[in-house]
């Protein structure tokens, strides 16, 4: 199908109002009689709360109110309902919010907080999560099985395992005694920040009579955090209305409540007047959400060919004191530890352990990171052993059409190959190259990833055509700032066939914009792509109706594109404004068309053993080379080029597939090189970006993003997704580079200048 | 909490050296802030009445004095780096200005502040000492001059007065048989504090080295020369088994001077890499 904008590079539709400066975000948002919300927080990692004297705070001038988890004794949680809104009984973590201050201004609130006391007890706190596993530990939920939580996730009763699951296919017995090596490595993978510029933000109004909270806020997905908030408060889900503003990053940090949560506990109390709550970056650094720490061990079975036979996981995640999106994380992650390869007998243990620190959640990659780091670099490690290239290895042990995933579905692999081989032509892989000069060394690396979509999951919309052929598209989706109204505006307006000028995207608002899973796990070009296109095909056949019945024409011999409406034979061309006018004369009216997306009933997610869940609607695939330069004096690892190569299905945006590829690879290279975490005590040390160093521009290497297009059949055009799959093979490719440099392997990341120096002593050591 | 506090800003000189005698020990300099704005924003800063000095014009130059270049205190790191005299006569200053930060911390954040700050990571002190510049401390009363190496007490410490102020750096114009290198490892490669830094001018005569100079920053408790390595490389035809052994010493020298810490295991090879790379680009000899 001829498209005018699908495929095309078109400039965000958002980019003059953000640059301008007009583009509101949750800290921009201002109401009358607005308060400023501050929060106590606690200093220790797990303590009882003996008491809370709020006395000397509520009497600082200006304060409206103090709250404590006494006086909002409510608990949240998506996937188990942990989570108090304000600590009750113990603190958890450090910086645990404790109690809450609503006052007229930002300084009264802080003073005030400072005047709140707490008594504590001090309790033995759990920071790493294979000692909170093992029996001993302090228990950090002493009633986790009463927790409200979903059945798909397997709490240990009397433990701080949170989920705990197993999975196997085939024989691993079997798998691994046909082997003719069996390779077993531990890899771990530190937990690191969302860092989005907008820190969580929320304002939110309480109107006291009809009981309903109206929540600002830039979370990723307002219906989920409606109804999660509903379900805390006993409240129907129109009783908590959600506006989404603009973001300002997510990353996946905004998918939880978080600054929400302290609004509504502090705006119950304010009589009406609204709360804004901005997380200083402190805040946002210690105590939002991280992504899981995770300790890994593979055990995979080879033939000397480099055939993968058998591959066993053992996954202990990282939880922190609450759950957020972990339990999914940790199911989801463990599912694609295997990679994009055909492995006959597989088997996994995962299990998401509580410890006191931040809550883990969702993270860019949902999982991947952890699970990719691990496999390929034992990929590497096992090519290394063979004597196989490591290009070869992936090639020979990569899905194919047709080849069934760990649940059975039957894999559409196009693309996979394509990407690696793109990705390791464009970094002159296998070629000669001058590998030293003096104490600077190079390598080059590759790692592929493997990714799929929540499934199933829904999308819904509305596309009104308004009286003078304007259109609005009412979506729950979010713009999170990778591009979503640009590309969804493109597929309305070849859906439709109007110009893409015509289109508007008003924000979400869960009173008026129908249901959308949320912006996340890739899944919003796929999933509300195809809602808009399903409503926009609806829209423009009763909008060619409408023109025959005024034009006296045949419908089935009319065209619409760009707003004109053509009739074949007589090539008489009319615009959509001018038939609006004439049908709906002056006193108006609208043409609207729904739509809904679900995967629920696609052949392509057939499984074995109902195990649907398991699979994906699509399967992303990628991969990165990586070009290093070693400093042997200093250990410094420069990165001197990346080739991402990045199966999207058919690239709606070029420019954005590209931005948002460009941007993993350099998120990638942050937490592989630069970011951690410096802990005591479970206190994070380095709690502003003084500290906790992010990759400047000056670090970044060139990047060369490669798109390729395997149409997906069930896509809106063909597309897939391109949000998440850019960030996981960034990590493995550039470890691998260094092993190709160095012949130095490091499974534990972040891979610092001092673990490089000091690995290259120990190997060569000073005479 | 934000501190709180009084605000003077004087216009002159003299009025910013009577307010000081009047109020000395309750008073604290502000300059470019760069430094004490944080130390404001945590609520640190003990001083009752603030000074800034940033309004007085005299206190902003760069000027040649015979063979003397002489740099008001209120010079931004953005003036240093690209002033043509400074490039000239004493370019490791400039790149070590230029390694501040970024660009609006180089813009607000002066050289004076950067000396009396006296953080051990600052970045243009290592390169003022490999200059031997002297500093005018000036009261009301009289002033006095003395060589930078003199002048720190240690971390964040130095011998300035309540009532005194930084009024002037000066050190010799260095001709073009003055080879330079300044070299800073830090976290990441912009915004970011250093890790090492390191200054090295060496004076040529011919093939040989007449005179070097080296200074380390971020590594020992004040800044000093690193005299034995110095010593090492005076007069010697630079060669790769020279500069090798003079970067070992001034590891040693480092560690001699700062005792053996947690980050000795890495600062100790990586300041000889560093030392190596510096010695090599001062002398303009490849691997
Ligand atoms: C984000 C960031 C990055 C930075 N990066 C670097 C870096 O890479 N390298 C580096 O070296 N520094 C860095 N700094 C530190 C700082 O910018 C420098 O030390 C700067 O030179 C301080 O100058 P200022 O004018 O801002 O000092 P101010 O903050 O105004 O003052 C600092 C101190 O000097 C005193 N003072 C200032 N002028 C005088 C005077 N004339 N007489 C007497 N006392 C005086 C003040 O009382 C105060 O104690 C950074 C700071 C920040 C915030």
Redesign the interface.
């Known amino acids: 199908m001829k498209t005018n904008y699908v495929g095309k590079s078109v400039p965000r539709v958002d980019a003059l109002e953000k640059v301008t400066g007009q583009a509101i975000y949750c800290v921009d948002v201002e109401l009358p009689g607005m308060l400023y919300g501050a929060v106590l927080r606690s200093p220790l990692a797990h303590a009882r709360i003996i008491e809370i004297d709020k006395s000397a705070a509520t009497r600082v001038p200006g304060v409206k109110a103090v709250v404590t988890g006494n006086d909002f004794p409510y608990t949240f949680g998506h996937m188990v309902k942990d989570q108090p809104f304000l600590a009750m009984d113990k603190v958890r973590y450090v910086n645990e919010p404790l109690a809450a201050v609503a006052a007229d201004t930002e300084?009264a609130a802080?003073?005030a907080v400072?005047k709140i006391q707490v008594k504590y007890e001090e309790l033995p706190a759990v920071f790493d999560p294979r000692k909170a596993a093992a029996t001993g530990a302090p228990i950090i939920h002493e009633n986790l099985e009463r927790y409200d939580h979903s059945s798909m996730y397997k709490i240990v009763p009397g433990t701080n395992v949170c989920t705990h699951m197993t999975y196997s296919r085939g024989d691993v017995d079997k798998g691994l005694s046909e082997a003719d090596e069996i390779f077993q490595n531990e890899f771990y993978i530190h937990p690191v920040a969302h860092t989005p510029m907008e820190t969580h933000a929320a304002v939110v109004q309480h109107d006291p009579s009809g009981r309903v909270f109206t929540v600002w806020s830039s979370t990723d997905a307002p219906y989920q955090r409606a109804k999660d908030l509903a379900n805390a408060l006993g409240l129907s889900f129109n009783q908590v209305h959600f506006l989404s503003t603009y973001s300002g990053g997510g990353f996946g940090g905004k998918g939880a409540i978080v600054a929400e949560g302290i609004g509504v506990a502090l705006a119950r109390f304010t009589k009406g007047r609204p709360v804004k709550v901005v997380f200083s970056r402190q805040e946002e650094l210690t105590a939002s959400q991280v992504r899981l720490e995770a300790f890994l061990k593979l055990k995979t079975g080879v033939k000397k060919d480099g055939t993968l036979t058998a591959r066993v996981a053992e996954i202990t995640w990282d939880n922190g004191a609450y759950s957020s999106k972990g339990p999914e994380v940790a199911r989801r992650g463990a599912m694609t530890i295997f990679g994009p390869y055909r492995t006959p007998h597989i088997r996994f243990v995962s299990q998401l352990v509580y410890t006191n620190k931040q809550p883990s959640g969702a993270y860019r990659g949902f999982g991947t990171n952890q699970v990719t780091w691990a496999c390929e670099a034992q990929m590497d490690i096992i090519a290394n052993k063979l004597g196989i290239n490591p290009v070869e290895i992936r090639l020979k042990n990569f899905y194919q059409d047709g080849d069934r995933y760990i649940n059975g579905q039957v894999m559409q692999a196009a693309g996979l190959r394509e990407t690696l081989e793109k990705a390791s032509q464009e970094i002159g892989w296998g070629e000669q190259y001058s590998r030293s000069?003096?104490?600077l060394v190079r390598g080059k690396g590759i790692a592929t990833t493997i990714k799929g979509t929540a499934t199933p999951t829904d999308s819904y919309c509305f596309i009104k055509v308004n009286f003078d052929g304007s259109i609005t598209v009412l979506t729950s989706s979010v713009e999170i700032g990778a591009g979503q109204k640009t590309v969804l505006a493109q597929i309305a307006a070849d859906s439709i066939g109007v110009p893409l000028d015509s289109i508007l995207i008003p924000n979400p608002d869960t009173h008026v914009t129908p249901f959308d899973f949320g912006v996340t796990s890739s899944r919003t070009t796929y999933h509300m792509g195809n809602a808009i296109r399903m409503a926009g095909q609806k829209v423009r056949k009763e909008i060619l109706e409408i023109a025959a019945d005024v034009l006296g024409a045949n419908p089935q011999r009319l065209l619409l594109c760009e707003g004109k409406i053509m009739d074949k034979d007589s090539e008489h061309e009319v615009s959509l404004k001018e038939i609006m006018t004439k049908k709906y004369g002056g006193k108006g009216g609208t043409i609207l068309g729904d739509g809904h997306y679900t995967p629920a009933r696609s052949s392509i997610i057939n499984a074995e053993h109902k195990i649907q869940w398991m699979g994906s609607i699509f399967w992303m695939w990628a991969t990165h080379a990586a070009e290093v330069e070693v400093?042997?004096?200093?250990?410094?690892v420069k990165v001197l080029r990346i080739a991402a190569a990045h199966d999207v299905g058919r690239a709606i945006n070029p420019m954005a597939c590209e931005q948002q590829i460009e941007g993993s690879v350099i998120m990638g290279i942050s937490n592989t090189l630069?970011e951690e975490f410096k802990m005591d005590r479970g206190r994070i040390m380095n709690d502003t970006f003084?500290d906790y160093?992010?990759?400047?521009?000056?670090?970044l290497p060139v990047i060369v993003p490669i798109i390729v297009e395997s149409h997906h059949s069930e896509g809106p055009f063909g597309a897939k997704g391109i949000g998440e799959p850019a960030l996981s093979p960034t990590a493995p490719a550039i470890a691998n580079a260094i092993f190709d440099a160095l012949g130095i392997r490091f499974n534990e990341l972040p891979i610092t200048?001092?673990k490089v120096?000091?690995a290259l002593?120990e190997r060569d050591p000073?005479q | 909490m934000r501190s709180e506090f009084a605000y003077a800003s004087p216009s002159s000189l003299g009025e910013a050296l009577e307010i000081l005698k009047d109020f000395g020990e309750r008073t604290c300099v502000i300059a470019g802030g760069t430094d004490l704005m944080i130390a404001i924003r945590e609520g640190e800063l003990r001083a009752e009445l603030l000074v800034d000095i940033s309004r007085i014009p005299e206190l902003r130059l760069i000027r040649e004095e015979g063979n003397q270049i002489c740099i008001g205190p209120l010079v931004t790191h953005g003036e240093l780096a690209s002033s043509g005299l400074i490039k000239k006569g004493a370019s490791v200053l400039g790149r070590a200005a230029n390694s501040v930060g970024s660009p609006q911390i180089r813009n607000m954040g002066t050289i004076g502040g950067n000396i009396i700050n006296a953080s051990p990571a600052a970045d243009t002190i290592p390169a003022l000492v490999v200059l031997e510049a002297q500093v005018t401390l000036k009261k009301r009363e009289g002033e006095r001059s003395l060589p930078i190496t003199d002048f720190y007490l240690g971390p964040y410490k130095t011998i300035i007065g309540a009532q005194e102020l930084l009024t002037k750096i000066t050190f010799a114009k260095l001709d073009d048989t003055w080879k330079s290198s300044f070299i800073k490892l830090a976290r990441r490669k912009a915004l970011a504090i250093s890790r090492i830094n390191i200054a090295v001018l060496a004076k040529m005569d011919e093939m040989r080295a007449k005179e070097v100079r080296v200074s380390i920053g971020s590594s020992t408790p004040t800044p000093c020369r690193m005299e034995k390595a110095e010593a090492v490389l005076r007069g010697a035809v630079p060669s790769a088994a020279v500069i090798e052994e003079a970067s070992r010493i001034v590891a040693e020298e480092m560690v001699a001077r700062s005792g053996v810490r947690p980050s000795t295991e890495y600062k100790r090879p990586a300041v000889q890499g560093l030392v190596k790379k510096a010695l090599q680009e001062a002398f303009n000899i490849g691997l």
């Open positions: 300084a802080q003073e400072e000069t003096g104490a400093d042997t004096e200093t250990g410094v630069f003084a160093k992010v990759a400047s521009m000056l670090d200048r001092e120096l000091s002593r000073v």
